[in-house]
């Protein structure tokens, strides 16, 4: 039996780092950035006023207040937008609105508020320190400063960091394109009516949402029964030339084990039996004539759920050029509980206010914990027992991190 570590890798191995490209920023949320992003500007881009009002030089409102009012001549506006280059007389000042450029001379800036609104002659109530009101060029960004990482996901708070420093395009990690197949006999598409014997094909609208919230481009999709000709074309078209193919279902013991069957005589895929639980019996190799990289995942809902996180993230993250390890985070046990021993055990736990709990019955055929369930506790081997305040690993579940 493989460890989890022995077969990560082998399925890591299989593919190589496909080359990061270019977007435009409008199309770079959610992506993953393969390089720092640089300003290409200063932010903010020139001295201007945090709000409207006056500009002055302080030193023509020293003692001004609103029992001793400083009056001072108007010599114009200058409104947001405003290219003109100003520069404000002694003893006067100008009307400035919020972002508009500072004039030449001038170093702070009168609220409105505290003066009597005059356009031709304003009196004065604020006795404006040097740099009052005002925002200086290069004070929150310098032309020149990584204001992005390699590696960050782009969120929109980073978009308006880079759409403000001028950066029209940046170079992301490529999507992986991925196509999905489920197999069996027994499977009906959503919404069918379901005779005796029959079950939603659940793992195939599971994983491809899987896919696209990992952050991969879903490129094909499809569903075959248990024979074996249907399955062994399908996949030798790799619909939508796919960097991976994932299948769901048939790599047990069973008689109707299709996948398994048919792609150990390709002699391309090897099937093995991982220490972990769920997700025991798994494949991998390469199928078709790209020799595309496969990943034959079991059938049971939780076990495919439970293994596209613990064996495909690292591969799609290998494809987009990242390192394949995800971060576990630690959290402290608020109740106890068994696992089996010799196997990795992932379970399905909420992490709250309070701690780290089991979400839900644990079958590997069991749905139902997954509505409330946040990670998997990656419990090792050679731990049995959970306690109460012991510190349990957590690996975030995909499109809840
Ligand atoms: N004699 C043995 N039997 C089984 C073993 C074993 O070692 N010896 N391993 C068990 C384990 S562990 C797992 S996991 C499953 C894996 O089975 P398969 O990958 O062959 O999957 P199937 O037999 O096709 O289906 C298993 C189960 O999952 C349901 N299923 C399958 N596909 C879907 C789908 N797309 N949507 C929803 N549900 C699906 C299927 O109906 C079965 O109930 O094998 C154990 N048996
Ligand atoms: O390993 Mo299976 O995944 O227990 O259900």
Excluded: C
Excluded at 248 to 262: F, I, P
């Amino acid at each position: 039996m493989r460890t989890v570590e022995e077969h990560r890798a082998a399925l890591v191995g299989l593919v190589s780092a496909l080359p990061p490209v270019t977007v435009p920023l409008s199309e770079s949320l959610g992506r993953v950035l393969a390089a720092d992003v640089v300003a290409a500007v200063d932010l903010p881009g020139f001295d201007n006023s945090a709000m409207d009002g006056y500009a002055v030089r302080s030193a023509d409102v020293v003692g001004a207040g609103p029992a001793s009012p400083v009056v001072l001549d108007v010599d114009g506006d200058i409104a947001a937008g405003d290219t003109r280059r100003h520069v404000l007389r002694r003893g006067a000042t100008m009307r400035i609105m919020t972002g508009a450029p500072m004039p030449d001379g001038a170093d702070a800036v009168v609220p409105v508020e505290q003066s009597d609104g005059g356009t031709d002659r304003a009196a004065l109530m604020l006795a404006a320190e040097v740099g009052k009101h005002l925002r200086r060029r290069g004070e929150d960004v310098r032309s020149g400063d990584v204001v992005l990482r390699a590696g960050m996901r782009m969120t929109p708070g980073r978009l308006a960091l880079a759409a403000a420093s001028n950066v029209a395009e940046v170079l992301v990690a490529a999507r992986p394109r991925v196509s999905v197949v489920s197999t069996g006999d027994e499977l009906v598409g959503l919404g069918s009516p379901l005779d005796h014997g029959r079950i939603v094909d659940s793992n195939r609208p599971m994983l491809m949402a899987l896919v696209e919230a990992a952050g991969a481009e879903l490129v094909g999709f499809g569903h075959v029964g248990d024979d074996g000709e249907a399955l062994a074309s399908l996949l030798e078209l790799g619909r939508g030339d796919p960097d991976l193919v994932l299948t769901t279902g048939g790599v047990s013991m069973g008689a109707y084990d299709t996948v398994k069957e048919v792609l150990s005589r390709s002699g391309t895929v090897e099937f093995s039996k991982v220490a972990m639980r769920p997700g025991m019996p798994q494949g991998a190799g390469v199928v078709g004539p790209r020799r595309t990289p496969i990943v034959t995942l079991p059938g049971n809902p939780v076990s495919s759920f439970v293994s596209f996180h613990i064996f495909v993230v690292p591969v799609l993250r290998a494809l987009a050029g990242l390192d394949p390890e995800v971060a576990l985070v630690d959290g402290v046990a608020a109740q106890g509980w068994s696992s089996v021993p010799g196997k990795v055990e992932l379970t399905r736990v909420v992490l709250g206010p309070d701690g780290v709990r089991p979400s839900g019955g644990q079958g590997s055929h069991m749905l139902g914990a997954l509505a409330d369930a946040t990670h998997l506790a990656v419990v090792d081997a050679a731990t049995t027992n959970i306690e109460p305040g012991d510190v349990v690993h957590l690996l975030p579940l995909v499109g809840q991190d």
